[in-house]
């Protein structure tokens, strides 16, 4: 029996859409989706042109309006953007940060620059403080930058002066890694949230209890088909991320995952998803 059927407690699901600040219409899905009940926290980014005082104030209208109000931190350290301190280290030649590739690769083949690396992270927590008046209640990371060797030491100490109850996102997954062979990005994050979760723990940071929500982002992947299988074995505090959101030409310039992002958002904003939370004995919370 599940927690749908009427015996037992729901295990609360946080849904988080990551990407607020991206661009305008990923900003307006998420918004939208956030108004409807459908989203429990979204992850902002503080580095695109398009993100401001403005969009951050609509976020915090919205979330408090919904009584949702998990906004975090989306720390970025990839191409296309460029950091907000000097000295970053690595770069590519025109100054913005690497592709996630080649900053994995990098991480793992030569010491990074930790004291830059915690500079940045710094420095965009800074930011978010100014645009929302208050720290973030989470920290995760675009690409999940955050994972890396050389960046997690930064994200989990700027996390930790931020406040006791702000936790940091660990991407490790409840389902078989033989079921996920076709899906080799989230046995990279299975291994790298290892060494994430263990710091964290030492330091005494919160992690959430488990993760979900990765594919391949191939073209016309059935997303409706998809998320079900996300829900499976998730204890109750999981994280499944998201990416929804509206194509405009600003995602489309900064972004290589644009046409899932508006299939992620008809899902989330249909009848398919609450019924699928209720079959799984899991609420949004």
């Known amino acids: 029996m599940t927690a749908a059927d009427g015996h037992g407690a729901a295990r609360r699901l946080i849904l988080c859409a990551d990407d607020y600040g991206l661009a305008p219409g990923v900003d307006d899905a998420i918004l939208d989706l956030i108004a409807r009940g459908r989203l429990t926290a979204t992850s902002v980014m503080v580095l695109p042109p398009t993100f401001s005082a ?8 919205v979330f408090r309006e919904s009584g949702r109000a998990a906004i975090g931190l989306h720390v970025t350290l990839t191409a296309p953007f460029r950091p907000l301190t000097a000295g970053f280290s690595p770069l590519a030649p025109d100054g913005t940060f690497l592709p996630i590739g080649r900053m994995l690769v ?32 989470f920290v995760d990371g675009h690409q999940h930058v ?6 997690r030491d930064a994200v989990l ?6 406040g006791p109850a702000v936790w940091v996102r660990q991407c490790g997954q409840m389902t078989s890694p033989l079921a996920r062979l076709g899906d080799p990005k989230s046995l990279v ?11 964290a723990s030492a330091l005494g940071v919160p992690t ?3 993760f979900a929500g990765t594919y391949t982002f191939r073209p016309g992947t059935d997303y409706a088909a998809l998320f079900p299988g996300f829900l499976a074995g998730l204890p109750d505090g999981a994280v499944v991320m998201c990416h929804p959101g509206r194509v405009d030409a600003e995602l489309v310039r900064l972004d290589p995952l644009t046409g899932l992002r508006e299939a992620e958002y008809a899902y989330l904003a249909g009848d398919a998803f609450p019924a699928a939370l209720a079959r799984a004995g899991m609420v949004l919370g």
């Open 106 to 137: 990098a991480a793992h083949l030569r010491p990074v620059d930790r004291a830059a690396v915690a500079r940045e992270v710094d420095a965009q927590v800074a930011a978010f403080v100014a645009a929302f008046g208050r720290p973030p209640d």
């Open 208 to 210: 959430n209890p488990a």
């Open 146 to 151: 955050h994972l890396l060797p050389g960046v």
């Open 189 to 199: 994050l299975d291994a790298l949230s290892g060494a994430l979760r263990r710091r």
């Open 157 to 162: 100490a700027a996390a930790r002066r931020a």
């Open 54 to 61: 403005a969009e951050a104030a609509r976020l915090d209208a």
